[in-house]
């Protein structure tokens, strides 16, 4: 019978993700056939699945942490924030709507027939399904319709445990808090905690540890301490360009400006690793760096809005200065389009109907389309052949005289845009830099070296390393023997 364990945190950016992967990893080195589950992400990070929806990018590490190929059950519920009150709803990989905040902790309550069929779906070939919740069940504001956190795990029977960082300080009032302001029912369903991302000798935190389970009555599972490897993993969400971000101090500096609803920005996580590279996300009201060699516009999940937002900052000045001092520019998804000279959106898909110039740097135009477009892709760079593998996830067609330049070939067929200068590239295509063969190429011509290892490699090598972390300070037998078999 298919057992489940559930972990949740004290809030948002705790480590729910990473520790839901190394568990993963631990189970699966045991033996075990094991399924990540979330019920409902949010997340502008996306990546595309077997049966070509779109699912977190968490939960494609998580599945990879599985070895297994991700699939749409594992997230049936993706929140793709386009504004500050509202997001496109994805449900089972396809888009179900948009909804404003207010008016989705009404409807939430229609979706949760899809979260427990797609659970179901899981249930078919796993020994375990590891559950991730999302937040924190302290929101106690949302509990009523709740399907990501108590409302989940009370449906379903699956028993929880609290994930508490002690890295962003007051661990002890966290973990005490939550159990505090949870109903009685909320508070059984939680069996037991553990802390994350602890440094230096953990045995100066025994009394915090007794003085929780006191507290609370929950088992410790144990502390895990701060993981260097975890800085290998893809990053789910933009809040850890807000906390910081991985840098090395190579010499070719290449600048990544923080778009208001930046996307897929783990598509230069690759880069962050080359010991050649200075990578640097630009914050907003900061200009771009004059030294820059390149500068890449990355993926946003509303593009017309975004290039509002990049012109609010000055950045299309920088972006001139830039290529009249010989610069580059690569422009992938949402970047890619905002190159062009006009951006149009007859059908309001984005907001409202509207015809937006664009940066003009590329002899190209988009129209949005209310399909989208969202598959995995091979292909090899136009010029040198270099291979990657990649995929889509955008609406909007682009034509114009620059295609005729193309970056790429998809499928045998040509794709992307380059100038008639060679100074602004662009293109739909995620997940280019994780090919070795393809970023050494690419930073040969930036005239940076590369060691050209494909950055899975690097990936699963930290997953490894987590689960070993794990297995050592972790009571992992305890977690195991915990899952029990969920209740329809």
């Known amino acids: 019978m298919t057992k489940a364990l559930m972990l949740q945190g004290t809030g948002s950016d705790v480590g729910k993700s990473v520790l839901v992967a190394g568990l993963a990893r631990a189970a699966t080195n045991r033996g075990l056939t094991v399924r990540p589950f979330k019920p409902q992400n949010m997340s502008n990070n996306a990546a595309v699945t077997v049966e070509g929806g779109e699912i977190g990018r968490a939960q494609w590490l998580q599945a990879r942490a599985c070895r297994i190929p991700p699939s749409i059950h594992m997230n049936p519920v993706l929140l793709k924030p386009q504004s500050d009150v509202g997001a496109q709803v994805v449900v089972q990989g396809k888009v179900w709507g948009t909804s404003e905040a207010r008016d989705y902790q009404t409807r939430k309550r229609e979706l949760l027939s899809s979260v427990l069929e797609s659970f179901e779906v899981l249930?078919?070939?796993?020994?375990?399904?590891?559950?991730?919740?999302?937040?924190?069940?302290?929101?106690t504001n949302l509990r009523a319709g709740d399907i990501a956190n108590m409302g989940f795990a009370t449906a379903t029977g699956t028993p929880v445990v609290l994930i508490g960082d002690i890295d962003r300080g007051g661990v002890i009032a966290s973990l005490v808090g939550t159990h505090a302001v949870l109903d009685p029912a909320d508070q059984?369903?939680?069996?037991?905690?553990?802390?994350?991302?602890?440094?230096?000798?953990?045995?100066?935190?025994?009394?915090?540890?007794?003085?929780i389970e006191h507290r609370t009555r929950w088992q410790s599972f144990g502390i895990l301490p701060w993981v260097r490897a975890v800085s290998d993993l893809p990053a789910e969400d933009a809040v850890v360009l807000e906390h910081g971000q991985k840098r090395q101090d190579g010499a070719l500096k290449i600048a990544v400006p923080m778009l208001s609803r930046i996307a897929n920005f783990d598509d230069v996580d690759p880069l962050t690793q080359e010991k050649s590279v200075d990578l640097q996300f630009i914050p907003p009201g900061k200009p771009l760096p004059g030294d820059a060699k390149l500068v890449i516009l990355p993926g946003t999940k509303s593009t017309i809005a975004d290039l509002d937002f990049f012109r609010a900052q000055g950045w299309d000045i920088d972006l001139q200065a830039h290529i009249r001092r010989g610069g580059q520019v690569l422009g992938l998804c949402g970047g890619f389009q905002m190159l062009g000279t006009e951006i149009e959106d007859p059908e309001g898909l984005e907001g409202a109907a509207s015809r937006t110039p664009g940066l003009g740097l590329l002899d190209v135009a988009t129209v949005m389309q209310p399909e989208k477009q969202v598959r995995t892709v091979t292909g090899q760079a136009a010029r040198s052949g270099a291979p990657f593998t990649g995929y889509e996830i955008h609406i909007g067609e682009?034509?114009?005289?620059?295609?005729?330049?193309?970056?790429?070939?998809?499928?045998g067929a040509p794709h992307g845009a380059i100038s008639k200068d060679a100074c602004v590239m662009g293109a739909y295509i995620h997940g280019l830099f994780e090919s070795g063969t393809f970023r050494r190429d690419f930073l040969q011509n930036l005239g940076a070296v590369s060691d050209g290892q494909n950055h899975d490699e690097k990936v699963d090598r930290a997953l490894d390393e987590l689960a070993e972390a794990m297995e050592s300070t972790l009571d992992i037998e305890g977690l195991l023997n915990l899952a029990t078999v969920p209740s329809r």
């Open 123 to 139: 249930k078919a070939d796993a020994a375990l399904i590891l559950v991730e919740g999302a937040g924190s069940p302290a929101e």
């Open 188 to 211: 059984d369903m939680i069996k037991g905690f553990l802390i994350n991302k602890f440094r230096g000798d953990v045995s100066l935190f025994d009394e915090g540890v007794k003085e």
């Open 398 to 411: 682009t034509k114009g005289r620059d295609l005729a330049r193309p970056l790429l070939e998809v499928g």
